[in-house]
């Protein structure tokens, strides 16, 4: 019996080493797999937001030549370059303020908007 003790101590210190060089090389692949299963998610999501913003940039000049083709039939020559810069520069805030207002505002309280 003290034998079979002595020979189950041999195997147990041979064997935990070998366990947990198996449980780290599992930890390892595991974290590599997680990371790149990461790396691809965040460039998923990195599409998808230059998407969203892409979109939203594009909305936002659309408003602005709409904007432009307006106020450019409204105001006609006193409508200048100047303006019209300063509209392709303006904010999303700027432009919807010039948007609920086009039909009734003046060229003055365009250029104060513009400011």
């Known amino acids: 019996f003290k034998e079979d003790i002595e020979e189950f101590k041999e ?8 366990m947990f060089d198996t449980l780290e090389k599992i930890a390892k692949r595991d974290r590599e797999e997680a990371m790149r299963e990461g790396i691809e998610k965040g460039k998923e999501e990195g599409k998808l937001e230059g998407k969203r913003e892409g979109k939203l940039e594009g909305e936002l000049e659309g ?18 370059k100047e303006l019209e810069e300063k509209i392709k520069k303006a904010s999303e805030e700027e432009i919807n303020k010039i948007k609920k ?15």
């Open 101 to 115: 207002n086009i039909l009734k505002m003046t060229l003055n309280e365009l250029k104060e908007i513009l400011k």
């Open 11 to 18: 195997i147990e210190e041979m064997e935990v080493p070998k």
């Open 63 to 80: 408003k602005k030549e709409l904007v432009l083709e307006i106020l450019n039939q409204r105001f006609g020559e006193e409508f200048n």
